[in-house]
């Protein structure tokens, strides 16, 4: 009688771990079939300016992350910095979010020579802000830094390619002119604004946010 009782319940939970493990497979499977093939794996050069055309012609390198949402909700309203609190090659980032256990990417990135890449095409959204509602709204920037911790400063020929890429993104998008508010309702924002416990974009960068945004709004101007 005894043994009876101990019995079922072992059953059941084999049972239900084999339904929760089937569950998990199909939404798993259902994922990856829905994602673009030409996602998470290297690209030939006639691929890469195919996908550059639709995008910044800015751009000298393209490894598409599969961590995006494929399309993004509403239009690109804003630009986001961040940095990548390192010195990565453009190659080496897009390894990184190339990656699906890294749940992360950015739609752009800036090495500290100024080259510029692409991981996420501005149609999609990247997961770079810790927020869905930014992200959907944002195209995304990672700018590398040539000083590690401290105030995080990034290269000039980083500093410049970066407001050109912003003049890009505008004039490509329709954005007449980009504000910085200091805070996540200007039309310019930074992580920090959304995550509590970052320091990203570092002071370095952050300082000059009201400086970029003139820069940039200066050539939407002229
Ligand atoms: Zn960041």
């Given at each position: 009688m005894r043994k009876r009782e101990t019995v079922w319940p072992v059953w059941f939970l084999l049972g239900a771990f084999f339904l929760l493990l089937a569950a998990a497979l199909a939404a798993w499977l259902?994922?990856?079939?829905?994602?673009?093939?030409?996602?998470?794996?290297?690209?030939?050069?006639?691929?890469?300016?195919?996908?550059?055309?639709?995008?910044?012609?800015?751009?000298?390198?393209?490894?598409?992350?599969p961590n995006a949402t494929f399309p993004r909700e509403g239009k690109i309203e804003k630009i986001t910095i961040h940095h990548m609190a390192g010195n990565l090659s453009l190659e080496r980032l897009g390894e990184v979010f190339a990656n699906p256990g890294r749940r992360?990417?950015?739609?752009?990135?800036?090495d500290i020579d100024g080259n510029v890449a692409l991981y996420v095409e501005e149609c999609n959204r990247a997961w770079t802000s810790s927020s869905p509602e930014n992200d959907h709204a944002a195209v995304t920037i990672e700018v590398a830094n040539?000083?590690?911790?401290?105030?995080?400063?990034?290269?000039?020929?980083?500093?410049?390619?970066?407001?050109?890429?912003?003049?890009?993104?505008?004039?490509?998008?329709?954005?007449?002119?980009?504000?910085?508010?200091?805070?996540?309702?200007?039309?310019?924002?930074?992580?920090?604004f959304?995550?509590?416990?970052?320091?990203?974009?570092?002071?370095?960068?952050?300082?000059?946010?009201?400086?970029?945004?003139?820069?940039?709004n200066r050539q939407l101007q002229s």
């Open positions: 259902t994922e990856m079939s829905t994602l673009p093939a030409n996602v998470g794996r290297e690209l030939t050069a006639e691929e890469q300016q195919a996908i550059i055309a639709d995008n910044s012609p800015l751009t000298q390198y393209v490894r598409l992350s992360a990417s950015s739609n752009y990135a800036i040539d000083e590690i911790g401290g105030n995080w400063h990034v290269s000039d020929e980083s500093y410049w390619a970066l407001i050109d890429l912003c003049v890009d993104i505008c004039r490509r998008n329709g954005i007449k002119e980009l504000t910085w508010t200091g805070d996540e309702t200007g039309t310019l924002t930074i992580h920090k959304f995550k509590e416990d970052t320091a990203c974009p570092g002071p370095y960068l952050e300082g000059g946010m009201p400086y970029i945004a003139e820069a940039v």
